[in-house]
């Protein structure tokens, strides 16, 4: 196969993503800590504050630390905390919100925290983004997708920025040392303006969803714990203020073109059904030996889509709920000789 014609398909399957990617309606919070690799406070009661925070409620919010000055700078970590007028360091933001801690209130401010986690991810989404970051060819793309909820009509200047973050990363740290392990360090933005692309300025109504593609080129993600992450900003004034923050760790590599065993590619859409689910199968290469099954939580196998030759090009499937059994989560696996893909459904 031409490598012009792999370019085409890999263009196709990138819009694919974009197209069947998931939006989850729940509502997180951006928990950000302004910092400096120079600052004693940052590497001790702030250090501290920070680890547990995460350790306390990763399913509520995202985390990122900005380093707005010292040997960890980036720009647009400056300008986001700038955007909420942060001065020193370290400070602590719940979405646009200065959390006020202090070393003589660390435990105090941990409680507080949390208690507004809990109570903030309560609260019916106005909008969410999702997305399933590629790497491919020395840059991370991203096709996302921005889903307003309803039920009332939603009116402003909405924006999508994504962003790379990177955990778990070894640097300096001062109180720490050379070898401080800095937890979600903000990376970059995807975007030359930090708040990202403009959605919609104006009126929009419940379900109505909006498609947006990103790049940004890395040198190698092997070796990285690196995170994409999504939020969605409303203007207000001069301010951007977050509405909803969601982040994936899981980056897909498209391997070269020279590798037809990793030119297989599986879409299953809509991920969560009610009746019906769709597999959509792309292969560069006549496969004489493939498999698709689909499983249950138990490693039982509860339908065979196909067993036998898959051809090159476009395949489709049906996934009935009937066929597995009834409602729940299932595993949805194609199989060739040296592949092996596997994606999630549930039907509900």
């Known amino acids: ?30 928990v950000t800590k302004r910092t400096a690799d120079w600052c004693p406070y940052c590497g001790t009661w702030g250090w501290d504050y920070f680890k547990n925070a995460i350790e306390q409620n990763e399913s509520n919010a995202v985390f990122m630390a900005a380093h707005y000055d010292g ?6 970590a400056k300008e986001i905390t700038d955007n909420w007028g942060g001065f020193y360091q370290p400070k602590f ?27 903030l991810g309560t609260i019916a989404p106005i909008a969410n983004s999702g997305f399933e970051p590629v790497y491919e060819n020395g840059e991370i793309k991203v096709a996302a997708k921005v889903k307003f909820f309803g039920p009332v009509q939603a009116s402003g200047e909405f924006y999508l920025g994504i ?28 975007t030359e303006e930090t708040f990202g ?34 939020i969605i900003w409303m203007k207000q004034g001069d301010k951007y203020i977050p509405v909803n ?18 030119q297989n590619r599986m879409v299953v859409y809509p991920t969560v059904a009610s009746q019906k689910a769709s597999v959509s199968v ?44 009834g409602n729940g989560l299932y595993l949805v696996q194609l199989k060739t000789p040296g592949f092996v893909k596997t994606e999630k459904v549930v039907f509900q």
């Open 245 to 262: 923050v969601w982040g994936t760790s899981q980056i897909e590599t498209v391997s070269a073109v020279s590798d037809p065993l990793s």
């Open 71 to 76: 040997g960890l700078y980036d720009q647009a």
């Open 197 to 230: 692309q403009l959605v919609i300025n104006g009126n929009v109504s419940a379900g109505q969803e909006f498609s947006l593609n990103f790049s940004t080129p890395v040198d190698e993600i092997t070796g990285h714990e690196y995170e994409i992450v999504g």
């Open 163 to 190: 962003y790379l973050l990177e955990d778990h990363v070894t640097a300096y740290q001062a109180s720490i040392g050379a070898n401080a392990v800095h937890r979600h360090l903000f990376r970059k933005s995807f």
């Open 1 to 30: 196969m031409k490598k012009s014609s792999f370019t085409i398909l890999i263009a196709v399957l990138f819009l694919m993503k974009g197209i069947a990617q998931q939006v989850e309606q729940k509502q997180r919070i951006l």
């Open 282 to 325: 792309e292969s560069l290469e006549n496969q004489s030996v493939a498999q698709l099954e689909v499983f249950d939580l138990t490693g039982r196998r509860v339908a065979v889509l196909l067993n036998g030759q898959l051809n090159a090009g476009s395949s489709r499937f049906q996934l009935d709920r009937e066929m597995v059994g």
């Open 93 to 119: 933001f719940a979405n646009e919100m200065e959390q006020g801690v202090t070393s003589n209130n660390v435990t105090s401010k941990l409680a507080d925290l949390k208690y507004q986690l809990d109570i």
